[in-house]
Structures are given as structure tokens and as C-alpha cells.
């Protein structure tokens, strides 16, 4: 017969319990050895192949391909099955961070266990401009900044005879039909708004979060301007973008930085000016999923996270692609590693530097917005623009 | 018939219910549903179908409607003479092998296949080039793209092939003897067309004409890649309403999407008997 006493009961319990939580841990442990699951654009590599990304950071990735638009991260993760399918993820910072955090897709982070969160740009800092780019409504840090930009625009400087740095070229007549804006409401009719405002044009209060009347008369702007025949084409994708410039369609265009650079390697005397009234300004953070925290990916996150707030990446995705470093010691890395930057190179990262420093200290800068309180407006009034 | 017959018979039918009758349903259901923040919530409400007719879209819509329309009819123009010629004046032999070329393209991506058509008709391309080095303009042309022309051209390089497909399956199944007949009884060309190619390719002409109107108005590259600024189809309308999270609104232009064409497609059906299309004709 089984005889149990308080003795043994104890001493039982004490062994489930060990077994218990070293299974637990066995399991936190094995769990951690998977890939993280990470959904995010191309840009976010600055390696040939996301194998070498992940052996930088010491840390096995499994890629999947995620557009840039704010969309596909919703339907994913309210209605579809992003939870099991992504431990990490990247969107644009200031406006999705807070929705997905609202509805718990993400999970505030523990920032003391980024190494290089030291090096984080000050501009995240309480209080400072990007601060609620990365934190949640309670104040939490949930997303991890590693690219950022002041979208300005792309010229043609051979064929438009010198340097521009006004957003009036954009509409100027001389380049009638030799014009281009992107194909997306918030960023074109926010890069309007501070044109129109800044140049005394339209009375706006603010650029990323216009009223309806406000959103009338940027769209009333830009019809006339439309009817008027300025513009060649709104560019669609980033291919198209750099095609556009690249082939001398159009001489003029506002854009992301990358298609200014890549269309300027392609040969045409590309620049990217500095823009008197202001730009559109943004950035893209990563996220730590709530089901890549269940399935123990928090280290993995973590030590990615550092790769990502290394001048090592910074470097790169600055001399690669032309977006701002969001760490601090990014000329003294570059310094350090003459073999990876040759002089050609070094130049263009001190000269994009200053520029974006420029671009950032403009007075009309407005933060990009994807969730302006008259969405609706700004949705009817963009198919008018469309459709005139 | 046996009950396994009965249940492959069965097959077909549960395919079109499960994969058109109840996503279709779903989506004029949703069309009615309120839109929430980030996604919707059951309602009876018309507001999307409002914001469709009584905004811009509708004149979005009706546009490319009416370039889909211009490229059906070039279709027609350019597919139904190469379809006669390939029936007619092919060898029986290699009158499917011709047939193949036309497929070729579709074996390359669609968006490159339209992508490739902008070296060739931009500014600085191939076409303007050339009139320009033959001394025939002064100044390149503007018009090949980034316009509704290019829209059209678009469609017509990348749907013609179905025209001319479903238009010699239907000249296929007139059999030679009727030709033979007609020309033994001196029918001259003209009536020949009129009485009996146009008629009996009817279907397919039909046919291919649906193909032509639908990718025309649904498929969103090619508006997006040789469209003027902000040149839009039904199908970009309802993919920008997506982005935008409006998906009752999404769902309320693809309904109308839908019932356009099937509406097109009943009158066809009763106008020309599209089963002509799959029936040998003795």
C-alpha cells in the first residue's frame, strides 16, 4: 500500500516543481533556438542575404516580405493570423505603434536589455520631437527606431540648370509635365500642405492633421495643378520611382530618399535638395510581436535590436540607401573602417549627413500622420484628385 | 446514373458554390457592414454605396470602363483578322503551333511584361526614337505614356492574345466544307466576312471581348505603370480603399464590379448563345 506522509508529500512537490520549471526552461531555451519570424521591407537589410543580417547579429532569421503600406500590418494581425506566423515586425513609427499596441499585437519592451540603446539619437528622448514615435499611449516604449528621413525632393540638376531648394519648382510651369508626386494621399497631400502653408498660400494649422476645409483646398491645389497638365505621373512602388528619374521622365519629383540615389547610380544627375518650407518627416520602428514574446524569441529580439542600433547598420543603410542613422557614432565607425568605406563613400555619408541634419532643422517639418482624424476627407477628397 | 457519377457530377457544382456563389455573397454582405477604425462591424448601413455613386469614383470607374471599352474595340480590330488568317491561311498542322506563339508572352510575369513597355514608349524610347531619327517629328511624342493612351495600349498588348484565342476556337469549329461551298458558289469576301465568319466567331468574339473588358477594369498594373497621375481602375479603387481600411467600401466597388459584369455577361449570353462557343458545329 502507498503511504504518504507530510514528508515525502514536501519533498515530492519539490521535485514536480523543479522538473516543472526546468522543463519550462528547457523549453523557453528551445524555443529561443528557433529563427525569430520576421516580417519587414527589403530595406531593412544591408547585407546581400538576410542569412548574413542574422549572422552579424547572431541571431537566425526567417524572412518574409511586407510592403510599406500601413494596411497589410492590420489586416495581418486584427483579422488575420500575423500572431503565429511573425515574432518581429516593422511599421511606421508614430500613428501604427499606437494602434498595434491598443490592440495588443505588441508588447511593451524592456529596453535595458538592448545593449545599444545607449547610442539611440537624442531625438527619442521624453520630451523631444520623435519621442511618441516609439512609445505607446501609456507612455511604454514598444517599438525600436532604425530608419528615418525628412522626404524632400529629387532633381535633375544638369537638365533643370542648378540646385533647387523650393517646393514652388514642383509646381513652376517650366516643368510642366516634367513633374511627379507619389501616388499615396498622406504623403503627397501632406508634402503640399507645407508647401501651401509655409509659402503663405492656404491657411493650415497642421500639415499632418489637416480639417476637411484644409484637406479641400490642398486637393483643390493640386487638381488645378493637375488640370494644368504639371504633373507627368504619380509614381507608384519604388521600381517605378527610380524609372521615372533614372530615364529623364520627369526632371522633378517628390520622393523617398533611396529612389534619389539609386536613380542617381543609374547614371542621371540626380540630387536631393533641402527644402526651404519643410518636409514630411518619419520613421519605421521595430516590434516585438505578443506571440514571438509566448514563443521565448524576447532575447533573439533583443540582441537583433542591438545590430540594428549599431553604427555598423547605421552606416550602411546610410551609404546604401540614404536613410538617417537613428544611432549616434556613426562618422567615428566609419572612421575606424577604412576598408569598408572608401573615400568615394565616406564623402557621400558626411554629405548626406549634413543634409539630412538640414532637412531636420527646417521649421515647417510635419510628422508623418497614418491616422489624421478626417481620414475620411482626406480619402474622398484624394479620389477627386484622381479622377480630375 | 451510379452514385459515384453522381457525386463527380456534384463536383463542379460545389466548386462554383464554394469558391463564386458564397465569396460572392460575403462580399455584398460586408459591402453593408459599418466601417470600424481598422476593420467593420455588422450593420445594415448604404453609406458605402453612396460614397461610391455620389463621389469620384463613380467617375473613376465609369473612365476606365470606357478605356476598357477602347481597347476591346482595337482588340477586335487587330484579333479578329490575325484569328481569320491563322484559320484560314495557316496549315491545319501548324495552326496550333501558331497558336503558341501567342502564349509565349504569358509565360513572363505581367508585371514585367508591362514594365518592359515603358523603354519603348516614353519620351527617350524606342518608338520616339526612332520617329525622331527617321526625321518623321521634331519632338518626341508624349502621348504613349503616363496617359489614357497608354492605359490602352497597355491593355491591348496584354490581353489581345484572348481575343484571338477565343475567336479561332470559334472559327475552329466551322468545318472547312463551308468554306469550301462558299467558294464553289462565288460568295465574294465581303458577304463571306459578313455571313459567316462574323456570325459563327460570334461567341468567341463575345467572349474574348469579356476577357478584354474585365482584366481592363480589375487588374490595377497597368493603370498604375502607364496611367497618368492618379489614373485608376474599379480594381485600384477597391486595392486604395483596402489601403485606407475602408473594407466595406472595397467590398461595396468590387459588388458593383462584379454585377457590372455579370450584367454584361447575361445580355451577351442572350444576345449570342455563349455555349455556341463550346458546341462543334455540324
Known amino acids: ?388 | 446514373m451510379n452514385p459515384k457519377s453522381n457525386f463527380l457530377f456534384k463536383i463542379p457544382i460545389m466548386f462554383m458554390i464554394v469558391f463564386f456563389v458564397i465569396p460572392l455573397a460575403l462580399t455584398v454582405v460586408w459591402s453593408v457592414f459599418e466601417r470600424t477604425m481598422f476593420w467593420m462591424e455588422p450593420a445594415f448601413t448604404l453609406f458605402s454605396y453612396e460614397n461610391f455613386f455620389f463621389s469620384s469614383r463613380l467617375e473613376n470607374f465609369l473612365s476606365s470602363m470606357m478605356h476598357s471599352s477602347i481597347s476591346v474595340i482595337f482588340a477586335f480590330f487587330i484579333g479578329f483578322p490575325i484569328a481569320i488568317f491563322i484559320r484560314r491561311r495557316v496549315k491545319k498542322v501548324a495552326q496550333h503551333r501558331v497558336m503558341l506563339l501567342f502564349i509565349l508572352p504569358f509565360m513572363v510575369s505581367e508585371i514585367i511584361r508591362i514594365f518592359a513597355l515603358r523603354p519603348i514608349l516614353s519620351r527617350n524610347g524606342v518608338v520616339n526614337s526612332f520617329l525622331m531619327d527617321m526625321n518623321i517629328i521634331d519632338s518626341p511624342f508624349s502621348i504613349f505614356v503616363f496617359t489614357p493612351t497608354g492605359v490602352v495600349i497597355g491593355e491591348i498588348v496584354s490581353f489581345l492574345p484572348f481575343m484571338i484565342f477565343s475567336t479561332f476556337l470559334a472559327l475552329e469549329a466551322i468545318p472547312n466544307y463551308i468554306f469550301e461551298v462558299c467558294s464553289d458558289l462565288g460568295v465574294n469576301r465581303k458577304r463571306m466576312f459578313l455571313d459567316i465568319f462574323f456570325p459563327l466567331a460570334a461567341p468567341g468574339l463575345f467572349a474574348g471581348s469579356v476577357f478584354i473588358f474585365v482584366n481592363g477594369i480589375g487588374i490595377a498594373l497597368i493603370p498604375t505603370i502607364l496611367g497618368g497621375p492618379g489614373s485608376v481602375n474599379a480594381g485600384l479603387i477597391a486595392t486604395q480603399a483596402i489601403i485606407a481600411l475602408d473594407f466595406p467600401l472595397a467590398m461595396a466597388v468590387s459588388a458593383i464590379m462584379m454585377f457590372t459584369l455579370m450584367g454584361l455577361l447575361y445580355i451577351g449570353h442572350r444576345l449570342f448563345n455563349l455555349t455556341k462557343l463550346l458546341e462543334p458545329i455540324s
Open chain 1, 1 to 388: 500500500m502507498l503511504k504518504t506522509t507530510r514528508r515525502k508529500f514536501l519533498k515530492n512537490s519539490a521535485l514536480v516543481a523543479a522538473s516543472a520549471s526546468m522543463s519550462q526552461s528547457f523549453i523557453m531555451e528551445a524555443m529561443a533556438a528557433d529563427p525569430l519570424k520576421i516580417w519587414t521591407i527589403g530595406v531593412a537589410k544591408v547585407t546581400k542575404t538576410w542569412d548574413e543580417m542574422g549572422k552579424q547579429a547572431g541571431v537566425p532569421l526567417v524572412y518574409s516580405a511586407k510592403s510599406g503600406s500601413a494596411d497589410q500590418a492590420i489586416q495581418k494581425f486584427f483579422v488575420g493570423d500575423g500572431q503565429k506566423l511573425y515574432d518581429a515586425i516593422t511599421d511606421n513609427g508614430g500613428g501604427q505603434e499606437d494602434a498595434m499596441s491598443d490592440n495588443k499585437a505588441i508588447v511593451p519592451l524592456d529596453v535595458s536589455r538592448i545593449k545599444n540603446w545607449k547610442n539611440l539619437i537624442p531625438a527619442y528622448k521624453e520630451g523631444n520631437v520623435a519621442a511618441n514615435t516609439i512609445r505607446n499611449r501609456k507612455g511604454e516604449i514598444v517599438g525600436v527606431p532604425y530608419i528615418s528621413n525628412a522626404d524632400s525632393m529629387a532633381y535633375n540638376k544638369s537638365k533643370v540648370g542648378g540646385d533647387i531648394d523650393t517646393w514652388d519648382a514642383l509646381f513652376d510651369s517650366q516643368f510642366k509635365g516634367y513633374a511627379a508626386m507619389q501616388n499615396d494621399s498622406g504623403p503627397t497631400l501632406t508634402t503640399t500642405a507645407v508647401y501651401l502653408k509655409e509659402s503663405g498660400k492656404q491657411d493650415i494649422v497642421n500639415p499632418s492633421d489637416m480639417s476637411k476645409s484644409e484637406v479641400k483646398g490642398v486637393c483643390q491645389f493640386l487638381i488645378d495643378m493637375k488640370k494644368k497638365g504639371q504633373f507627368r505621373t504619380f509614381w507608384d512602388g519604388f521600381g517605378n520611382g527610380v524609372d521615372l528619374l533614372a530615364s529623364e521622365e520627369v526632371l522633378v519629383s517628390s520622393c523617398w530618399e533611396p529612389i534619389a540615389v539609386i536613380a542617381a547610380k543609374k547614371g542621371a544627375d540626380i540630387h536631393y535638395g533641402t527644402m526651404k518650407e519643410g518636409h514630411q518627416t518619419w520613421n519605421n520602428v521595430w516590434m516585438l510581436t505578443k506571440g514571438g514574446k509566448q514563443r521565448g524569441q524576447e532575447e533573439n529580439f533583443y540582441k537583433l535590436m542591438d545590430l540594428y542600433l549599431s553604427p555598423w547598420f547605421g552606416a550602411r543603410t546610410l551609404a546604401n540607401l540614404g536613410f538617417t542613422p537613428q544611432m549616434t557614432g556613426v562618422n567615428e565607425y566609419v572612421d575606424a573602417n577604412p576598408s569598408d568605406f572608401d573615400a568615394k563613400t565616406k564623402a557621400n555619408i558626411a554629405e548626406r549627413l549634413k543634409n539630412k541634419a538640414d532637412r531636420m532643422a527646417v521649421k515647417g517639418n510635419s510628422w508623418q500622420n497614418l491616422y489624421p482624424k478626417e481620414l475620411r476627407a482626406y480619402q474622398d477628397w484624394w479620389a477627386k484628385v484622381q479622377a480630375a
